[in-house]
């Protein structure tokens, strides 16, 4: 099959569990070999997309293709694809090897040509020697790898991948997330992974799906997700950003905070009021009388790499991000680039996610905390 | 060392109660059955009642096939039930419990009393029966009566300890198993039923022990025409006042039980190696 062909179809699925809406009209094309992200709070449907493609799930409307076959009602054990569980679901009464040859087992392939197979999946996930070992005398890593041994061995077309490090500590969390990376790369197909973690999403995938209560919000590539958000929430959910509301002037010329910038977004009508999206590590701190934008330095956290200041610019807090060290109760300039500025349609999400007020006042809460004691 | 001794005193005075309960209330009549089974009427040492228990070959025999009967009935209609329950939404899993428990609120005398009324040749199946004019069907005293009486009065003993352990199993399990390549069939053969395996055993246990001892049952069921070795015990100590040969034949049965359970935690513990199979 050829890359860019379209490997999974959703068309407005639609699924409600006890009357609640839990995936409401969602469209969505897979590519075939792309790594697919689907990233949102929990609740958002992820986990229940993931479902309906590996079939444990029927949607109540809507069409499931592969390859543009219509998929519905084709049970699990049919479809061209495999899921390694949130805690991996190892069988408990199984060893190392028998979990893995269980898929070809249940295939019937002769036991000769499983154990071939097996040997060449425990080399593959580097766990040689281990054929004998009971699955809960495994570590996290291993059952992961395990898990994914299991699921591989199949030859799947798709890999679907729900939250698979979430129980792994951070150490092993970002090892495994370059594994995995790696591993995609390595075989071709596609992977379909599930989390909540931006950062996971942004490291390591092609394509991010952001999800929020049942809809798709935006795709794209973590690029345009992280620098060209759609919304106030996609901004808000990726990264940290300063929302501010603005009105455009023309092409490329916009105003917020009372101040016009240039900026490179441009096909709104004139006068129209947009969002405005600046990230945190765009803005430089200057001279007050350099600045585009002047007000006062009301915090500053320490972060190892950088420093998060914020600063009090007609009553918004801004966070800004940088390796200079800035004091609290200095009047500072904001120098704001056309490049740092990005121009979003209002939605339904606007003003709902604002300045960082209520980050300053959970910083002043922790240091009046620590006075107490 | 002083602290260690401290703490095996404390040990010691806690399990102390314990150990004087299980004394005098297991051991001594442990030794007692014994005691008497290998002992005349006038206490002289005798093998005589051991020899007796030829007599007994066929009511062991008969036991044995009775209860075993009753055991695979149970497992066979218990299984898919505990199964079907474990997937119902919690409030009907509630209430499921609730109606299987019931009945075991009512004295088991009562309960088998109530099979009786239905069973016997005036009772309510039969009356059914002449009503729309057919001929009444003999069952009170017919080994059928009595090995259903011992599956309606054990089955909750082996319901229970399955649908307690499928209840807690992982859908996820399921699922992978599916998502495998697994169909029903497959993955009751090779996750369910192993997974599910201690408590299917403890089940067996739960209704095998109760059922090859019992003697109420074919009592009032077996209409007097039946005769377990639990009616013999019952009969040689109640009537014959033989206590030694009712020593002989609880002593002999209460080895074969122990027997069958050692066997059956084997075959537990060859299936499922790393966890010990916990029976009764």
């Given amino acids: ?373 | 060392m002083k602290h260690t001794n401290r703490r095996s005193l404390r040990t010691g005075l806690l399990n102390g109660p314990y150990l004087l309960w299980s004394a005098i209330f297991i051991v001594v009549p442990l030794f007692m059955i014994a005691y008497y089974a290998f002992t005349d009427s006038s206490g002289a040492f005798t093998w005589e009642n051991i020899r007796m228990l030829t007599l007994y070959k066929e009511t062991f025999a008969i036991s044995l096939w009775y209860s075993l009967l009753a055991t695979v009935i149970t497992f066979i209609i218990s299984f898919p039930f505990a199964y079907f329950m474990s997937r119902r939404s919690a409030s009907a899993q509630r209430m499921m419990t609730l109606l299987i428990m019931l009945p075991m609120w009512m004295n088991l005398l009562i309960r088998t009393y109530s099979w009786m009324n239905i069973l016997e040749r005036n009772g309510i199946i039969n009356n059914i029966l002449g009503l729309i004019g057919l001929e009444p069907l003999k069952m009170i005293g017919t080994g059928g009566a009595v090995v259903l009486g011992m599956v309606y009065n054990y089955i909750p003993y082996m319901i229970i300890p399955i649908y307690t352990i499928l209840v807690k199993m992982d859908p996820a399990l399921l699922e992978a198993a599916e998502d495998l390549g697994a169909s029903f069939l497959v993955k009751l053969r090779r996750i369910i039923l192993p997974l599910s395996l201690p408590g299917i055993l403890s089940g067996i246990i739960m209704v095998f022990v109760p059922s090859i001892s019992t003697f109420y049952i074919s009592q009032k069921l077996g209409g007097g025409k039946i005769m377990l070795i639990g009616d013999v015990i019952d009969r040689q100590i109640q009537t014959a006042y033989n206590y030694n040969l009712g020593a002989s034949l609880s002593l002999v049965l209460m080895v074969f039980i122990l027997l069958s359970m050692a066997l059956l935690n084997r075959a537990g513990k060859d299936d499922n190696e790393d966890e010990g199979v916990m029976l009764i």
């Fill in chain 1, 1 to 373: 099959m050829l890359k860019e062909q379209n490997i999974i179809e959703l068309r407005d699925i639609c699924v409600s569990f006890d009357g609640e809406q839990v995936l409401n009209n969602l469209n969505l094309s897979i590519r075939n070999g792309e790594f697919v992200t689907l990233l949102g709070r929990s609740g958002c449907g992820k986990t229940t997309t993931l479902r309906i493609i590996a079939g444990f799930l029927e949607p109540d409307a809507g069409d499931i293709l592969f390859d543009s076959n219509r998929m519905n009602g084709v049970p699990p054990y049919e479809r061209p694809v495999n899921t390694i569980f949130q805690r991996y679901a190892l069988f408990p009464h199984y060893n190392v090897y028998d979990n893995i040859a269980f898929g070809p087992r249940v295939r019937k392939v002769p036991e000769k040509e499983i154990k071939q197979q097996v040997t060449e999946m425990l080399k593959f996930v580097n766990l040689q020697g281990f054929e004998k070992r009971s699955v809960n005398l495994l570590s996290g890593g291993q059952q992961q790898r395990v898990a994914i041994a299991r699921a591989l061995i199949n030859r799947p077309q798709v890999l679907l991948l729900d939250e698979p490090l979430a129980a792994l500590d951070l150490k092993l969390r970002k090892d495994m997330q370059n594994e995995l990376r790696n591993l995609q790369r390595q075989l071709g197909i596609t992977f379909i992974y599930v989390t909540h973690d931006q950062e996971e999403a942004l490291s390591m995938s092609d394509t991010v799906v952001v999800m929020n209560e049942g809809r798709v919000e935006q795709i794209g590539t973590p690029l345009e997700i992280y620098n060209e958000p759609i919304n106030a929430f996609v901004a808000d959910f990726i990264g940290e950003a300063n929302i501010l509301d603005g009105t455009m002037n023309n092409d490329y010329r916009v105003n917020f905070s009372g101040h016009d910038f240039q900026c490179l977004d441009k096909g709104f009508k004139p006068g129209e009021e947009v969002d405005i999206v600046v990230r945190p590590e765009d803005v430089d701190i200057v001279p007050p009388e350099e600045g585009m934008l002047i007000g006062e330095v009301t915090s500053v956290t320490f972060r190892g790499v950088l420093f998060e200041i914020i600063v009090d610019i007609g009553g918004f807090k801004w966070m800004i991000q940088t390796t200079d060290y800035h004091e609290t109760g200095h009047r500072v300039g904001l120098s704001v680039l056309p490049d740092a500025i990005h121009v979003m349609r209002k939605s339904k999400y606007s003003g709902l996610y604002g300045d960082f007020s209520s980050y300053s006042d959970e910083i002043d809460q922790l240091s009046e905390l620590t006075e107490d004691e």
